[in-house]
């Protein structure tokens, strides 16, 4: 079955303690992305990815990184989490820019 | 930069027809995604306009006007399961990913 997975899916945590979330998809999908939702806010892109080794920031990338050294896979890491990150996380992919996104189910981060 | 506009919320009747409108303003403007979203799940995808008119999928259609930046998603025959989260998505030249709107929350009341 063609997905996007993200794990964990639920993560309390406490500020300053270093984190990753996982994202694989299995579409062999060049693009992949990290987006934030919070209310009122819509989803807001946090890193981007166009191909292994070459990623970019998107609009909020303030107290993430990312890598991606294989096609399928995308973590988000967040080195010093601070309760402003707090927020639900989705990774999505795409065969190309200005194709469909597939995203993942989604990672409900809670930072005290 | 990107600037994409969308009701916050719309209320409508099971059975009625309701138009979800998008106003963008974006340099290098390529097409506009529509994705749907139900509460405490991920969006889905329902259509991408890259030209100009309208593009009907069963019981959702999408229009495009990209000389008046400019987007509709029209849900027909509404159902309970309709009730959700619309999302408009700008995709432009410039970047590799769209710019999501902040969404209209739809709730389809009997």
């Known amino acids: 079955e063609a997905q996007v997975t993200q794990n964990p899916r639920y993560l309390i945590t406490v500020t300053g303690k270093k984190l990753t979330v996982t994202c694989s998809q299995n579409m062999n999908h060049e693009y992949m992305s990290w987006y934030r939702q919070d209310p009122g806010l819509g989803l807001r892109q946090i890193y981007y990815?166009?191909?292994?080794?070459?990623?970019d920031k998107g609009d909020v990338p303030e107290g993430y990184k990312v890598s991606r050294k294989e096609k399928r896979n995308f973590p988000l890491i967040l080195e010093s989490p601070s309760p402003n990150q707090t927020s639900l996380y989705f990774c999505?992919?795409?065969?190309?820019?200005?194709?469909?996104?597939?995203f993942g189910p989604g990672t409900r981060l809670t930072v005290l | 930069g990107q600037n994409i506009d969308q009701p916050t919320e719309m209320t409508a009747t099971e059975g009625a027809i309701v138009q979800i409108n998008c106003t963008y303003q974006t340099s290098g403007f390529n097409g506009l995604f529509w994705y749907q979203q139900h509460a405490g799940e991920a969006p889905t995808f329902l259509s991408y306009?890259?030209?100009?008119g309208l593009e009907e999928k069963g019981r959702f259609s999408s229009f495009l006007s990209r000389s008046k930046g400019y987007s509709y998603l029209l849900l027909k025959e509404l159902q309970m399961k309709d009730s959700a989260s619309y999302l408009c998505a700008a995709q432009s030249g410039g970047s590799y990913i769209p710019t999501f709107g902040r969404g209209t929350s739809l709730i389809v009341h009997p």
């Open positions: 306009n890259v030209l100009d």
């Open positions: 990815s166009m191909n292994v080794e070459v990623t």
């Open positions: 999505a992919s795409s065969l190309s820019s200005g194709s469909e996104q597939f």
